[in-house]
């Protein structure tokens, strides 16, 4: 009850940004491996109706709420249970919409050429997805910055559906606490297990680089954004 009296029952509209921009959102997948990615951008006011307004919780939310449990036991080192989330919280959390357009036009200071966006490309953290963040990247798109988030595709997402398949979270990983043990020298085990936490945000540093890419192709903002001048 505390948060739907702060941050508003249905649309989260007791959240003030501090931008003097709407936002606008737009869905896309990477064209290599068809990873989802959310363009946040500033959009003029205008008069959208309430199903332009993106969910807050998009897709198959009854698994994602699932995979926050089981990443809830993976953090706390405890074995995952295959047991489905009560879908009894989904009859509030799927009704809310934010306050972002879909696939609307972006803020004439910007088509015009008056001014130049800034991208921020952001990476979600370890067992998130890129839903756990818009709230923050709506900020950012209400100060004139386009935001690009990307769910992450290598384990470390919780629930990732990609354009053609579903990648679950991996949770046969080892805990960060076995890679980096406090007061022990490294052993072989440790040394299996910080090896494959290097080469984990190796891959994760590698599709942030295929979202920019996406972005840095010719004509992006008019084939893929369907943007003007922007």
């Known amino acids: 009850m505390y ?4 941050y508003g029952l249905g649309n989260l509209d007791g959240i003030k940004y501090t931008g003097k921009y709407k936002v606008g959102v737009k869905n896309l997948y990477t064209k290599k491996q068809g990873m989802p990615y959310s363009v946040w951008y500033p959009i003029d006011e205008g008069n959208y109706e309430t199903s332009q307004y993106k969910m807050y919780m998009e897709g198959n939310a009854l698994e994602n709420l699932t995979w926050i449990m089981k990443g809830g036991m993976w953090i706390a080192m405890q074995p995952v249970s295959d047991d489905k989330a009560s879908p009894w919280p989904l009859k509030h959390i799927m009704s809310i919409r934010t306050e972002a357009v879909l696939d609307a036009p972006i803020a004439n200071d910007f088509s015009s050429g008056d001014q130049k966006l800034i991208p921020i490309v952001f990476s979600h953290g370890i067992l998130a997805n890129k839903e756990d963040y818009q709230i923050y990247c709506m900020e950012m798109a209400s100060n004139g910055y386009i935001v690009l988030i990307h769910d992450h595709c290598c384990g470390t997402g919780r629930y990732v559906q990609k354009e053609k398949e579903v990648v679950p979270m991996n949770t046969s990983m080892p805990h960060p606490g076995e890679a980096f043990p406090k007061d022990q ?38 084939n893929r954004m369907h943007f003007g001048k922007a």
């Open 3 to 6: 948060l739907i009296s702060k």
């Open 185 to 222: 020298l490294p052993d072989a085990e440790t040394n299996k297990a910080t090896k494959f936490w290097y080469d984990l945000h190796l891959k994760r540093s590698q599709e942030v680089s295929e979202v920019i890419d996406d972005m840095q192709e010719d004509m992006f903002m008019s």
